[in-house]
């Protein structure tokens, strides 16, 4: 394993950790995140460069804003970390095959749902829909052993799920059983189940 192809894809991970942390904070809200500058929640002023830089800017600022001294919540770093780790780890397990795209786009899927769960405890269905295409046509290029494996994930994930919402009364929601049919997609029968444990 090329110890220079793997920091290269942890300093992308906390890259993309820091988009994540966008999207999955304004998704729910409907706000955009493609071309708007970020700014502080609190105080609402736009943020410089070096504000904006992954798991440094939060340690050099001492997790307050500069301008309104407001907590910047742990999150952001930790989702950083998480995505560039994971990232990392993904091609140190994988290397430079198809199904590595499969895993950066796993990781970037739950990250981005890690931020919109723990904020407004929500899944939000743009971003499996967002997702779901990229997935399927992932289990055409590098199919499953058996084949077949992924589309009964799916419809396990989803009705195992399915049956703790109807028993359980607000235990899981129904975010959570969307969730878990896409992951059946992604990792077959026996994976889904694992994953469910
Ligand atoms: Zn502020």
Redesign the pocket.
Known sequence: MDTMITIFFFVFGITFGSFFNVVGLRLPKNETFANDRSY?P??K?QLQWYELIPVFSFLFQGGK?R??K?NISFIYPVVELFTGFLFAFSYFRIGLQTELITAILLVSMLNIILVSDITYMLIPNKVLLFFLPFFLIMRMVHPLDPWWSPIIGSIVGFGIIAIIILFSRGGMGAGDMKLFGVLGIILGTQKVLLAFF
Do not use: G, P, Y
Request: net charge positive; aromatic share 0%.
């Open positions: 502080c609190s105080c002023k804003c301008n309104c407001a």
